[in-house]
């Protein structure tokens, strides 16, 4: 049947739905470069993603789709770590910075957190259920200590 514009709906393939997947070769040639040029310098994956030209679902499909690009990025994250250790070294040695800005870019990027110490006491009565596996014959050994005291 045609329409008004006077197209045969039935003879038109479906195209597909949303924008195409992004693949490396929507990427800059140098790519690996600039990924781990960026973890060397302590870059993040935002400004990654930024030099690459992609968004954060782009970016997220390039890592599920590609093993060289999902190993990139996990070199790139090590590289950027290793920077920022260097800066805290640094620090600790005497040289300029600011332990505060540090401290917390430490623990919002790599999910280092303050040591937490809990001291907890209990006081009271309290039930404890416990389920217990038996074998077949520690059941049967079992059942018979159990009748012979009795």
């Known amino acids: 049947m045609a329409n008004s514009k006077g197209v045969d709906k039935a003879t038109i393939e479906p195209r597909p739905v949303g924008r195409p997947r992004t693949t490396l070769a929507d990427l800059p040639e140098d790519w690996e470069n600039i990924m781990l040029e960026c973890g060397e310098v302590g870059g993040s994956e935002v400004e ?65 957190r303050d040591k937490t110490e809990v001291d907890q006491t209990i ?10 596996t038996i074998k077949g014959d520690d059941i049967t050994d079992y059942l018979k200590s159990k009748h012979s005291k009795e």
């Open 48 to 112: 990654m993603r930024v030099l690459l030209g992609v968004g954060e679902a782009a970016f997220s499909t390039l890592t599920k789709d590609y093993t060289e690009f999902s190993r990139t990025r996990k070199r790139s994250k090590d590289l950027c770590n290793v920077w920022w250790e260097k800066r805290g070294r640094e620090m600790a040695t005497g040289k300029d910075g600011n332990p505060t800005v540090w401290i917390f870019n430490m623990k919002n990027r790599f999910g280092w």
């Open 123 to 132: 006081s009271g009565t309290t039930t404890v259920n416990s389920n217990v």
